[in-house]
């Protein structure tokens, strides 16, 4: 079947010149005089490519560039803009509203086509790979101040290590701190997609918010700033961060920091696996027990739940792990004993643990809890262990 290209120019000699090139080249062609029916014929049509030029009467091709991705159903069909223009100010405003290629009036037959022909073979190729859902393993700890977040993070490092494509997102607004242990400044992204509507939540929104550490390790990072934790009740907005994240990866690691707030459950939910981080000492070992409790009573069993021991401290309180594992009945994914040193130094270096000390006792641990998870996850395809 033929792909179906949609002309966007209110210029009838461009529609009738540029269709017909393309006519001739096999593809299937759609006219559209201006923006608001190039819409309309994008939503009743979604054609596989769309060229679009920059200057219309009713409304520029930037407005319909970011309705385009505004609409979930329209916001991934790649767009090339036509302009008569050839400063480099208008090409990044293009960019910025999310153009995929740019052409400048008038082009070659043979600027047209090559512009064309890979615009669309990069489309198929991002859609080529097998639809399979990406997986999600979120860490939740029983309290604050057990390093949950630092285990998220190393562990994530450790899957992205055996060819998983990672992407660790930290859903807990006003108490991020990965920020914080990597020396990213303003780490903003959770904070302007919840500040979003639904609607604005999606595939190239939530792109544009990913921060790429030095590791190549993609985050999803949220602010430290009290004030920002109101924007944990942004559940449905929440959800759709994960929807979109799903798309573009395949493990999706959640820090959701500690206890239960308002976007937990629903968040939960879509996991295929629950970490929850305990220390093995009286009362955290009960509140980890309540929290599991909690858990079941949504509906969340403990067959979708690990447990995670943090030892922090060696001290004749500690409970024997086994019967914490018997008191919580989980099965236990990996114990972490305490580098209080070996944390400082990473996070002052802004480098997870097991990058700064790869051949220590914790980092062993880390890569055994990651080796455990990574039976939940989808297998690799043609990589090899790192």
């Avoid at 008569?84 to 740019?102: H, N, T």
Wanted: net charge negative.
């Amino acid at each position: 079947m033929a792909e179906k290209i949609l002309i966007v120019d209110d210029d009838i000699d461009t529609l009738k010149l540029v269709g017909l090139m393309l006519e001739r080249q096999g593809y299937d062609i759609s006219v559209a005089s201006n923006g608001a029916l190039g819409l309309t014929k994008a939503a009743a049509e979604v054609p596989d490519l769309i060229l679009l030029d920059v200057m219309m009467p009713d409304m520029d091709g930037y407005e319909v560039t970011r309705k385009l991705r505004a609409d979930p159903t329209l916001a991934n069909i790649p767009v090339i803009m036509f302009t008569a223009k050839s400063m480099v100010d208008d090409k990044v405003a293009g960019f910025e509203a999310g153009v995929d290629d740019y052409l400048t009036k008038p082009t070659h037959p043979a600027e047209l086509s090559a512009h064309v022909k890979a615009v669309l073979a990069r489309t198929a190729n991002s859609r080529s790979e097998p639809n399979e859902r990406a997986r999600s393993i979120a860490f939740i700890g029983a309290r604050g101040g057990l390093g949950t977040s630092t285990i998220a993070l190393n562990v994530s490092v450790a899957l992205q290590h055996r060819g998983h494509d990672v992407l660790l997102a930290e859903m807990n607004p006003g108490t991020g701190t990965l920020a914080l242990e990597l020396n990213i400044n303003e780490p903003v992204g959770i904070t302007n997609l919840l500040n979003r509507s639904v609607k604005d939540i999606h595939l190239r929104s939530v792109d544009s918010e990913i921060i790429t550490h030095k590791t190549g390790l993609r985050l999803l990072l949220s602010s430290y700033q009290p004030r920002q934790v109101e924007l944990q009740q942004a559940v449905p907005q929440m959800e759709a961060i994960v929807t979109s994240l799903a798309a573009m990866c395949t493990t999706i690691i959640l820090d959701m920091g500690s206890g239960f707030g308002p976007h937990t459950e629903a968040l939960l939910q879509r996991c295929d696996r629950i970490v929850i981080v305990v220390e093995p000492v009286y009362p955290t070992t009960l509140i980890g027990q309540t929290l599991i409790e909690e858990l079941e009573r949504r509906g969340i069993g403990r067959h979708k739940i690990s447990l995670a021991l943090i030892t922090k401290e060696r001290t004749s309180l500690q409970i024997p792990w086994q019967q914490v594992t018997n008191d919580l009945g989980l099965e236990l994914a990996g114990a972490v004993s305490p580098a209080a040193d070996q944390a400082h130094q990473a996070a002052k270096n802004g480098t997870p643990l097991i990058v700064l000390h790869p051949a220590g006792l914790v980092s062993d641990q880390i890569h055994k809890l990651a080796d455990h998870l990574s039976t939940f996850l989808l297998p690799l395809r043609g990589r090899t262990h790192l």
